[in-house]
């Protein structure tokens, strides 16, 4: 049976209801996890409305992020998520406050997770929802247990990686089978949902199009920012030297990602010239996102604070409720 057969019992394409079972939701729609904005408010709306909310843990201390899923816990009794970064320093102990919560699904981002990881996610049965970036990763990520993979863009907000949604689409949904595949990057409407749930996606992620949702914490300099922008104005930073790969990142440009590209080569020059230890500088530049995001998402400074966005940016035109938002991504299901 072909992945979009539409089943008796229900008028819903195969793949939409393999991703709403999946989730536990009414919509297989997840909120991306975006750090400093995915808290209670925003991840219970979300899930309140039939969609997936994710809690992004970003640099959260284990407490706060306890705090987080508590209050989220609060304003819905509806499922959500939790998104951790793999390379964050405090991992385990953010891992061993998302089990003793009992949290039923982890995204992990950020980088290839360890085995370990996924393992003592599993053990406790967790979901684990996994980024594949490739065909040969997303078929060793299976093998390694994941129970979901999101499919991500090049035209997403934050860190992206290079290969566009289009293409990830027919290098690795139309190969994957034995889990559901979400689609992100670049999606911002209900036909583009239904187009890429009738090629077999089992739902979508979508974070840039939440930015300026009602229940959304962000400054209201940020949002007026994501108003005013075309999509052109969402570009990927540069990466100076082979030797030292950076993650781009795609952010509305301003003279933060000027900022941004300055550290960039002071710390290309002192691991090269003076010893720096590689992991530090690269750990540095994510502690330079994770400040600048807040100063801009936070503190309102879009000048000189990261305006992480996607090039869907340029289809966000009000402030909206995440009610609304959902029912016109869903609107052609
Ligand atoms: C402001 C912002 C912050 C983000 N922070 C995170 C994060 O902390 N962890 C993560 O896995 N993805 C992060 N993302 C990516 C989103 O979760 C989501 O996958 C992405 O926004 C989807 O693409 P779209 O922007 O085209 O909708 C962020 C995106 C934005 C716009």
């Known amino acids: 049976m072909s992945k979009t057969t539409q089943t008796p019992s229900s008028s819903l394409p195969e793949s939409w209801v393999r991703g709403t079972e999946f989730l536990g939701t009414q919509h297989a729609i997840l909120g991306g996890a975006m750090s400093w904005l995915s808290e209670h408010r925003l991840v219970s709306a979300i899930s309140e409305a039939g969609g997936f909310g994710v809690i992004a843990s970003g640099n959260m201390p284990p407490e706060l992020f306890r705090k987080e899923i508590?209050?989220?816990?609060?304003?819905?009794?509806?499922?959500?998520?939790?998104?951790?970064?793999?390379?964050?320093?405090?991992?385990?102990?953010?891992?061993?406050?998302?089990?003793?919560?009992?949290?039923?699904?982890?995204?992990?981002?950020g980088?290839?997770?360890?085995?370990?990881?996924?393992?003592?996610?599993?053990?406790?049965?967790?979901?684990?929802?996994?980024?594949?970036?490739?065909?040969?990763?997303?078929?060793?990520?299976?093998?390694?247990?994941?129970?979901?993979?999101?499919?991500?863009?090049?035209?997403?907000?934050?860190?992206?990686?290079?290969?566009?949604?289009?293409?990830?689409?027919?290098?690795?949904?139309?190969?994957?089978?034995?889990?559901?595949?979400?689609?992100?990057?670049?999606?911002?409407?209900?036909?583009?949902?239904?187009?890429?749930?009738?090629?077999?996606?089992?739902?979508?992620?979508?974070?840039?199009?939440?930015?300026?949702?009602?229940?959304?914490?962000?400054?209201?300099?940020?949002?007026?920012?994501?108003?005013?922008?075309?999509?052109?104005?969402a570009v990927v930073t540069s990466q100076f030297d082979p030797t030292f790969p950076v993650i781009p990142v795609r952010a509305l440009a301003n003279k933060g990602t000027l900022q941004f590209n300055e550290l960039q080569l002071k710390l290309i020059h002192q691991v090269k010239n003076e010893g720096m230890d590689r992991k530090e500088a690269f750990l540095e530049l994510e502690k330079f996102w994770v400040g600048s995001l807040k100063k801009a998402a936070i503190d309102g400074d879009v000048d000189y604070g990261s305006v992480m966005a996607g090039q869907s940016v340029g289809m966000v035109k009000s402030i909206q409720s995440v009610k609304e938002i959902i029912q016109e991504l869903v609107a052609d299901i």
């Open 70 to 109: 508590q209050s989220t816990r609060e304003m819905t009794d509806k499922p959500f998520g939790v998104n951790l970064i793999s390379i964050n320093p405090a991992l385990s102990e953010l891992v061993d406050v998302l089990l003793e919560e009992k949290v039923t699904h982890c995204v992990l981002a």
């Open 111 to 233: 980088g290839l997770p360890d085995p370990k990881t996924i393992s003592q996610l599993k053990d406790a049965g967790v979901n684990v929802i996994l980024f594949a970036p490739s065909l040969a990763l997303a078929k060793r990520l299976v093998k390694r247990g994941a129970d979901a993979l999101i499919i991500e863009g090049s035209e997403a907000g934050g860190h992206v990686g290079p290969v566009s949604t289009s293409v990830l689409i027919q290098e690795i949904l139309h190969h994957i089978n034995d889990v559901p595949v979400f689609a992100a990057g670049g999606i911002a409407n209900g036909r583009m949902v239904s187009g890429l749930v009738q090629m077999g996606a089992a739902g979508c992620q979508l974070g840039t199009r939440f930015v300026c949702a009602e229940e959304c914490i962000a400054h209201e300099n940020f949002k007026k920012a994501f108003i005013r922008a075309q999509s052109r104005d």
